[in-house]
């Protein structure tokens, strides 16, 4: 039941992604970001805060739409009926509790790195039942692929790849919502694949080293969307190698 909102291989990324203090600009975009979270006393709080519309906060309220089925050990959950302390079936760890939801609306238009950018996975994309039904993720969505083009390079099998990079126009497209949509990303106590519409997807996580990519005020900024983090280190490492989320267009994937 959900309750009223407001509406491995080496563990480490490939690269380091930057984000850039926000600007001074008054006309900087806005937007409106949702957490929730469970208490030390198991009550369920939640909050919304106002911050720039940059990718480091994006991309932790924006991987999965309304509706998306994630795996529970009590059966498959939508998304936005799951609550912190609800466990995740995991592929490399017993089942892990769910101790953060974040959540925000994007709307149509917009432009640069603001703008609306979805992907649609359409189904048996990748084999049968992967994923189950059409997908829809966001710009924050990493999908555990094994793109042909990287194993050299990157010495692994499995990469956590952005979902917007697996646009080939045959079985994912990039594309621009005509209303608005609400994405969600699921934070647990380490950094691990789980599994959404019968595709393996990770939780979320900033990324190794992230805080060395910020200045003070907006790494203390983006702990305070996360009451359980305290220091950067807390989000553990990674649990596979990843691709950031502005790598190019298109990968080919096995």
């Known amino acids: 039941m959900s309750i009223p909102r407001f509406t491995a291989h080496p563990s480490r990324d490939v690269t380091a992604q930057a984000v850039s203090a926000p600007s001074r600009d008054i006309s900087l975009q806005q937007r409106r970001y949702r957490s929730l979270w469970q208490t030390s006393d198991g009550q369920i709080q939640e909050a919304e805060q106002v911050a720039p519309a940059l990718p480091l906060f994006d991309a932790a309220h924006s991987a999965f739409a309304h509706g998306t089925l994630i795996a529970t050990t009590r059966g498959p959950v939508a998304v936005e009926d799951l609550l912190p302390g609800d466990c995740l079936t995991t592929t490399a760890h017993s089942a892990l509790p769910l101790l953060w939801i974040g959540s925000m609306t994007l709307m149509p238009g917009g432009d640069g790195h603001n703008a609306a950018r979805l992907t649609r996975i359409m189904a048996d994309a990748f084999g049968i039942s992967r994923p189950m039904a059409d997908f829809m993720v966001g710009p924050g969505a990493r999908i555990l692929t094994r793109p042909r083009n990287l194993r050299a390079s990157t010495g692994t099998d499995q990469v956590l790849t952005p979902a917007h990079a697996l646009a080939d126009?045959?079985?994912?497209?990039?594309?621009?919502?005509?209303?608005?949509?609400?994405?969600?990303?699921?934070?647990?106590?380490?950094?691990?694949?789980?599994?959404?519409?019968?595709?393996?997807?990770?939780?979320?996580?900033?990324?190794?080293?992230?805080?060395?990519?910020?200045?003070?005020?907006?790494?203390?900024?983006?702990?305070?969307?996360?009451?359980?983090?305290?220091?950067?280190?807390?989000?553990?490492?990674?649990?596979?190698?990843?691709?950031?989320?502005?790598?190019?267009?298109?990968?080919?994937?096995?």
């Open 169 to 254: 126009g045959q079985h994912a497209f990039t594309i621009a919502p005509t209303r608005a949509v609400t994405l969600y990303h699921l934070c647990l106590r380490r950094h691990a694949v789980i599994t959404a519409n019968g595709l393996e997807v990770e939780s979320f996580h900033p990324g190794a080293n992230f805080e060395r990519q910020v200045g003070p005020n907006m790494l203390i900024r983006f702990l305070s969307f996360f009451p359980h983090i305290h220091e950067p280190h807390q989000f553990g490492p990674v649990c596979h190698m990843r691709l950031p989320l502005d790598a190019p267009d298109t990968l080919e994937v096995a």
